[in-house]
């Protein structure tokens, strides 16, 4: 079953609360939904997970710990999944949703993105960057979404067959 997987591989409880960065949430760790490996739960989180860390903002842990306590989802599924935005995936994923954003608002005139010169034209890349974050965080975490509960339901029908 899903549940005994992923419990092999998801931090404890006594793990994630020992994170000295999510001592703001005091006791709404303490909540049993938010541990929870019912499909439901690790749906939302990944729900969760995949939209924050399609956002270009840091302390993209801080809020998928709000969003999984507030929505009463598995907050180890939404921690983890964060970290798909990482230092190695930012600079292609953040090239992407400019390039989203720019196609959606029909910006003809796009400003030249690059790192070096980022933080001198961020007023004019922030709002194609954030568009085009958005839609994709939006639509990612929806069909992965919908790809874990599709592939939790099989592996539980085949697992009653056995």
């Known amino acids: 079953m ?6 092999k591989v998801l931090p404890t409880h006594e793990k994630i609360k020992e994170q000295k960065f999510l001592k703001i949430f005091g006791n709404f760790l303490h909540k049993r939904e938010l541990w929870s490996l019912s499909r ?3 749906v939302g989180g990944v729900l969760i997970g995949i939209f924050v860390a399609c956002l270009p903002m840091p302390l ?13 989802v598995n907050l180890p599924i939404s921690f983890a ?8 995936t930012m600079p292609p994923l953040f090239y992407f949703e400019y390039k989203l954003g720019n196609l959606i608002l029909g910006n003809t005139n796009p400003v030249e993105f690059n790192f070096d010169s980022m933080y001198d034209n961020f007023e004019q890349i922030a709002l194609s960057l954030w568009i085009g974050a958005l839609v994709l965080g939006v639509f990612s975490s929806i069909i992965c979404a ?3 509960n599709y592939f939790w339901i099989m592996s539980v029908k085949k697992q009653r067959k056995k």
């Open 40 to 42: 439901r739960k690790v």
């Open 81 to 88: 999944l964060i970290f798909i935005s990482n230092p190695f």
């Open 146 to 148: 919908i790809f874990v």
């Open 60 to 72: 993209q842990m801080v809020l998928s710990t709000f969003l999984a306590i507030y929505f009463s």
């Open 2 to 7: 899903p549940r005994k997987k992923l419990k």
